[in-house]
Each structure stands twice: as structure tokens, then as C-alpha cells.
């Protein structure tokens, strides 16, 4: 497995993998890699010929007041866990690599980039869409792949890809969970055992909606009462969103569909954590 550090060299070598008939994907994080990221490399060995794994903590998409320095960097053994299930390539550049100094371009998706996590996070997606078109331009990769537990960075990177026609698809993989039901982030490092605890108050919300949907309750305001039922069993945990969506605009409906997005985020101590459920 290579490790490559600027956009030349690993521009060049997705070039020459292109020329040897080798299809590429790409596996874009920002490191502290986990068995979720596990499942997106094995998925794009599976799809494609060969595999990309970027790992850089973007500064771009954290607000004034978050966590970048704070951000969980294990970069060696990212390495182990990528060279383990089958990445070719680890592309690992520098800030200034992809940040030039005097770099005013931004990427931003106009009203998606403002709903569900960009509205508590004002600029997250631009620098999320910035960042993930470098990587494709750098890379011009077949297929990207990315965790539904992102889904409204899925949602965004979707609107980009066509809005750009980029000639990358982008590929969803299912929310890999620990045995008790939290979905696996690289943020669940910040928990102590009691925050662990409480933090799976968004799980059993997303499992009680999934229940109820199963038994045919399509109305929004009902499926979203039940959630905030299930977070109000756990005070400490603060609601960010309750929300069910259309997953491609992100904007707000009324009844549960085919395809549908209930999304929900919350402060549990210092840290915000996401989880969501494509419905029926």
C-alpha cells in the first residue's frame, strides 16, 4: 500500500491505474478510522479495481467553535486498518496541499447546504463539498464512497456531483452499529461510559420510529412526537434535530414515503452525534 501526499502524485497514479484499465474508487475521511470506514474500503474493493483512502481532517467544515484541534488523529494506525482491508492508496496531504494559501475558491450547494446539519452548523457543507470536489478532481474516481450515517452529506454531495456532472457515482453504504445499536463515528471517542450510556437515546428513537412505520403510521408529526418521547426518557441528551425529510431536497414532509429520511442529532455532554433511518 502506497501512501501518497500530494495532489500530483496521487493524481498521477489514479491516471496510470486509468491507463492500465483499472477502475478506482474513492474512500474520502477525515481519519480515526473505525469498522464503518472498514465496511466503505471493502465495499470499494469489491466495486472497483483498486482503492483510494483519503484521510484528512478538513478545516473547512468545522465552525469557529468545534472540534478540529481536538479532532482524533491515529494516522498509523488508520494505515494498519487500510492496508488490512485492501486500499491501494492512502492520499494522507497536508492542509496547505489542499488549501493553498490565498485559495478563495469555494464549492457550495445553495438551500441543501442550510437544512438538517448545515442549519446548526453554519458553512459545514461548503467546506464538506469543497474539500470531497478536490478529492475528485485530484483522483477522477469511478465511484465514491460514503456511510448513510452521513445522509445529509450524501444529499449535498449528490446535488454537487450532478450540478457539476462530475463523472463520479457516488455509492451509500449502510450505517454499521456497535451490538447495543450506536452508530459507529469516529466522535464516540469523546464519550465517557455514562455519555456511551446516554448516547444511545438516538438509536432507540430511530428503532421506535422504524417500529412504528413498520405498523403503518406514515404521519410525520406523529413519528417525530415519539422520538422526542424517547429523548425526553434522557433529559441530559440535548435535541439539535427531530426531522423526517425528503432525502434528496432535505426539506421537511409531511407523511413517511418510499425512500423517506428521518433524521435525528443531539449534545450528548460536549458532543453532537448523528443517526437517521431511510423509511419504510
Known amino acids: 500500500m502506497e501512501i501518497l501526499r500530494s495532489v500530483a ?6 491516471r496510470e491505474a486509468r491507463r492500465e484499465g483499472n477502475t478506482v474508487g474513492l474512500v474520502p475521511t477525515m481519519g480515526a478510522l473505525h469498522m464503518g470506514h472498514a465496511s466503505l474500503i471493502r465495499a470499494a474493493r469489491k466495486s472497483c479495481d483498486l482503492a483510494i483512502v483519503s484521510i484528512f481532517v478538513n478545516p473547512t467544515q468545522f465552525g469557529p ?13 488508520d494505515c494498519v486498518l487500510a492496508r488490512t482491508e485492501g486500499a491501494t492508496v492512502v492520499f494522507a496531504p497536508p492542509v496547505d496541499e489542499m488549501f493553498p494559501a490565498g485559495a ?4 457550495e450547494v445553495e438551500g441543501l447546504s442550510r437544512r438538517l446539519d448545515g442549519a446548526s452548523r453554519p458553512g459545514h457543507f461548503r467546506g464538506v463539498a469543497t474539500v470531497v470536489a478536490k478529492l475528485m478532481i485530484a483522483t477522477e474516481p469511478d465511484r465514491a464512497f460514503f456511510g448513510q450515517k452521513d445522509a445529509a452529506q450524501v444529499a449535498v454531495l449528490r446535488r454537487m456531483v450532478a450540478d457539476l456532472q462530475l463523472p463520479t457515482e457516488i455509492v451509500v453504504c449502510p450505517i454499521v452499529r456497535e451490538l447495543d445499536g450506536l452508530a459507529l463515528s469516529s466522535r464516540n471517542v469523546y464519550l465517557s461510559s455514562e455519555e456511551r450510556r446516554q448516547a444511545l437515546t438516538l438509536s432507540r428513537a430511530i428503532r421506535q420510529v422504524e417500529t412504528l412505520v413498520a405498523n403503518g403510521e406514515q404521519r410525520a408529526a406523529m413519528l417525530t412526537e415519539v422520538a422526542r418521547e424517547v429523548f425526553a426518557q434522557e433529559p441530559s441528551v440535548r435535541v439539535d434535530y427531530i426531522e423526517l425529510v425528503n432525502w434528496a431536497t432535505l426539506e421537511s414532509v409531511g407523511t413517511a414515503a418510499l425512500g423517506t429520511l428521518f433524521a435525528v442529532a443531539a449534545w450528548v455532554g460536549a458532543t453532537r452525534l448523528i443517526d437517521n433511518t431511510i423509511l419504510p
Open 9 to 14: 502524485e496521487v493524481r498521477e497514479w489514479a
Open 65 to 77: 467553535n468545534e472540534d478540529y484541534e481536538r479532532y482524533p488523529r491515529s494516522f498509523e494506525a
Open 104 to 107: 478563495a475558491t469555494f464549492v
